[in-house]
């Protein structure tokens, strides 16, 4: 292909008065259309003039990474999946918190023995990908309907997961024996300590 490039108004000085350079090949491969495996475009920017030339320049490589038809497909295929089993989890996380808090309402004397660290771990285990989805919404770059849709249905799974922590704190607090409470609570820290010092051998 030819290229051309504008010039600055420091080296416009040929008899012509040209503001654009014209004398440029670019040279690019590209990858085989039907190939399996991701490979490079990769190409040169050659200046046809002579090196006595002062519009001359030093030939330039280039590349970019190309992707295939076949890994595109394989792209939007998984994609579409981890959007699918977000959406069917957090669906059942939807489902199991309104019939736990059916039944804590029915059985109030049950808020005590739930754990305030691990209601606290998964809320905040809701809380990142809703604050990260509301990011790429604000950035758009993502599909800004299918990425509404997740949104909704997370913020609606971390306010019923926020409900069942606040009622628990509540709890907690008007409990009689609040030491054996925060105990117990205490307990369950260093139970999760320990399993995370485990996970990151």
């Given at each position: 292909?030819?290229?051309?490039?504008?010039?600055?108004?420091?080296?416009?000085?040929?008899?012509?008065?040209?503001?654009m350079d014209c004398e440029i090949l670019v040279s690019?491969?590209?990858p085989a259309v039907n190939s399996k495996n991701g490979s490079y475009t990769k190409g040169i920017i050659h200046s046809t003039r002579y090196e006595s030339d002062p519009f001359h320049f030093p030939t330039l490589d280039l590349s970019s990474a190309a992707i295939t038809v076949e890994e595109a497909r394989k792209s939007i295929w998984r994609m579409t999946m981890e959007v699918t089993m977000v959406l069917i989890s957090n669906t059942l996380a939807i489902l199991f918190l309104s019939l736990q808090?059916?039944?804590?309402?029915?059985?109030?004397?049950?808020?005590?023995?739930?754990?305030?660290?691990?209601?606290?771990?998964?809320?905040?285990?809701?809380?990142?990908?809703?604050v990260q989805d509301l990011n790429a919404i604000l950035l758009g770059s993502h599909s800004h309907e299918r990425i509404v849709f997740v949104s909704v249905v997370t913020m609606v799974v971390f306010l019923l997961q926020c409900?069942?922590?606040?009622?628990?704190?509540?709890?907690?607090?008007?409990?009689?024996?609040?030491?054996?409470?925060?105990?117990?609570?205490?307990?369950?820290?260093y139970g999760l300590g320990i399993l995370c010092w485990v996970g990151g051998l």
């Open positions: 292909m030819v290229g051309c490039r504008k010039l600055s108004s420091k080296i416009q000085t040929s008899t012509k008065n040209d503001s690019l491969h590209f808090l059916i039944h804590v309402k029915k059985q109030p004397n049950l808020l005590p023995s739930n754990s305030l660290f691990m209601l606290g771990i998964l809320s905040l285990g809701y809380l990142i990908p809703l409900g069942l922590l606040l009622l628990t704190l509540s709890s907690k607090l008007g409990h009689g024996e609040p030491n054996r409470l925060w105990a117990a609570e205490r307990n369950t820290l």
